[in-house]
């Protein structure tokens, strides 16, 4: 889910972790950290991340030194878009890759090889939602037959969950007009009245409910996309499988950080850190859910979805993207 290029955390960041210059972008370095198990093939990880609320348990995680005590250095670099982190992860400059699923299984059709190592965020109440301003007059899903809506990127999980909440409005998919605007642009394209309704994610709904007095028009986790499946974590299957202890202590604590991120209060804490959001905006911010497992069959949803939507040409199996010891259970 791509933020483009997403600099105003940069002093943030600063302060909390380090930020150093790095060929893929930026990158948050830890601690000095644990010293290497023996049975760590590779025990320092790039982790592509993103500034938005999915990525706080991986953020809690590197910050309380969970990583380090697993035997893991971990450099967390900002990614430019979903489909750059997946060609770094393809060509080595990234280990593991942040990404919308639908990002991740675009890219399994195309030929990418990826394995799932996680997990990252499923959708709550308003976490994602169509986003407009009153003076727009758009009240009602309903009341535009050819609505003009942003989206962060094109295909992604922006224009597949517009396209099942409007249908359910009554809209018409192939009258929806989207439009390609980076997420910290959507404010501007709402005022200059470009488009009438915005598909945003935390904390850019209450970023914008905050400076303009914007209105949710519909959330979009609802219907078919209700509690959805967002974003996860993967790694080529080649580093996957040519470190499978390395990538099992990955997964074994972001587990524990998704499941300490069950208290919203840790999660609103550390936003102000790497989101780029005062602690009063932060106490607003709408959070979702940390799935702490690896689940095919709510990943399933997102895949059958793309293939009804068109998105996907055949039926993708998710589970076959699953580590090999999670495939079968």
Request: aromatic share 6%.
């Amino acid at each position: 889910m791509a933020i483009g290029a997403v600099r105003r955390t940069a002093v943030a960041l600063v302060g909390a972790l380090g930020l150093v210059a790095s060929a893929a972008g930026c990158s948050l370095l830890p601690g000095s950290g644990a010293s290497s198990s023996p049975n760590l093939e590779h025990p320092s990880l790039r982790v592509g991340y993103e500034a938005q609320v999915d990525v706080a348990p991986l953020y809690m995680a590197v910050k309380n030194n969970l990583f380090d005590q697993a035997g893991l250095k971990i450099e967390l670099v900002q990614e430019n878009s979903d489909q750059e982190a997946i060609k770094q992860v393809q060509n080595g400059q990234l280990d593991i890759a942040f990404a919308t699923h639908v990002s991740f299984f675009k890219a399994e059709a195309g030929g990418a090889q990826l394995e799932l190592q996680g997990e990252a965020y499923q959708a709550g109440t308003n976490t994602m939602a169509l986003v407009t301003l009153p003076a727009q007059g758009y009240n009602n899903p309903s009341a535009k037959p050819n609505p003009k809506i942003a989206v962060n990127a094109d295909d992604d999980l922006g224009v597949l969950t517009t396209k099942s909440v409007l249908d359910t409005a009554g809209v018409q998919q192939n009258r929806i007009q989207f439009s390609t605007v980076g997420f910290n642009d959507m404010i501007t394209a709402l005022q200059n009245r470009t488009v009438d309704a915005a598909w945003m994610v935390e904390p850019f709904i209450t970023r914008a409910q905050q400076q303009l007095g914007a209105t949710i028009l519909t959330d979009a986790a609802r219907g078919a996309t209700q509690e959805f499946p967002m974003t996860g974590y993967a790694s080529s299957k080649k580093f996957a499988d040519a470190n499978p202890n390395t990538m099992a202590a990955f997964r074994a604590t972001l587990q524990q950080a998704q499941e300490q991120a069950s208290d919203r209060l840790k999660v609103q804490s550390v936003l102000k850190d790497y989101a780029g959001v005062d602690a009063g905006t932060a106490d607003l911010i709408s959070v979702g859910n940390f799935p702490t497992t690896l689940n095919a069959v709510r990943l399933q949803r997102v895949a059958d979805m793309m293939e009804t939507s068109g998105m996907l040409q055949n039926r993708l199996d998710a589970q076959s993207m699953l580590p090999p010891s999670q495939q079968n259970s």
